[in-house]
């Protein structure tokens, strides 16, 4: 039997023929349902691909709900769950990424959340996307969530591992992340160690926080790029379009 594939991860492949890819995340404990709705349709106005919607800390319930809800009145990008657990789903999204935290100590972070999701996501109807996460150092607030043992910034090697063991799984995405507000992204090299051995798409967030930063993780290999904080934390509607204006053109100016 063929694995179906859904229509927001076609969509994610299809375009990842043509550019590479911008997403933003949105963390519904630091974004009200208005504030999201606005920064959902300054990002479709400046050509991102699709809004994540999750955080560390897990907002599950009507605060995440509400925020899901409110992108999607405002906004025609898909809305991809980024699920801090099994409670970090709601029915109102497109889609999630069914994500594996391989380099937790704790199998809860493994396989435990997402058993206990499991039968959700079937009941809400939500396209479930593979995907392997991996922590690298800094970590922050994700590392210390997930119990992760994170992956040492000059050891590419060791994430290079991780995710060509992902990949062999079944994970048909890899995500390499440094943590939100990390002081600096995953580096170069890692990252151009990790795509030269996959044969499936890699994300890569954390730290990204300029035109520069975007490109440079672009060039390396990143096929998305992700970022949130940068976005989130700006201070105002106009400063946070000058920003993702520039993070978008970093990595759209980087051919596929």
Do not use: C
Not at 146 to 154: E, L, N, T, V, Y
């Amino acid at each position: 039997m063929r694995i179906k594939i859904g229509k927001v991860e076609s969509y994610i492949y299809e375009k990842l023929e043509k550019e590479k890819l911008h997403f933003v995340l949105l963390d519904p404990d630091d974004v009200s349902p208005e504030v999201a709705a606005e920064l959902a349709k300054m990002s479709e106005e400046l050509g991102v691909d699709a809004i994540m919607v999750g955080g560390s800390t897990g907002a599950e319930g009507e605060i995440l709900d509400n925020v899901v809800k409110s992108i999607k009145e405002n906004s025609n990008l898909p809305v991809i769950l980024f699920p801090g657990s099994h409670g970090g789903l709601s029915k109102y999204a497109d889609a999630l990424f069914f994500m594996s935290l391989l380099n937790s100590t704790n199998p809860f972070f493994i396989t435990g959340a997402q058993a206990l999701g499991a039968f959700r996501v079937k009941q809400y109807k939500l396209e479930p996307i593979p995907m392997a996460y991996l922590i690298v150092e800094p970590g922050e607030a994700v590392g210390w969530v997930g119990d992760a043992k994170p992956i040492p910034r000059h050891k590419p090697k060791i994430a290079a591992a991780y995710a060509l063991a992902g990949q062999y799984m079944g994970m048909r995405l890899i995500y390499l992340e440094a943590g939100s507000g990390a002081p600096k992204h995953v580096p170069n090299e890692m990252i151009k160690a990790v795509k030269s051995v996959l044969d499936v798409p890699l994300i890569v967030g954390g730290g990204i926080r300029t035109y520069q930063d975007a490109r440079e993780v672009a060039q390396s290999g990143a096929d998305i790029v992700v970022t949130g904080t940068a976005v989130e934390k700006a201070g105002s509607l106009e400063k946070a379009q000058k920003i993702l204006e520039n993070l978008v053109k970093g990595v759209k100016e980087v051919k596929p």
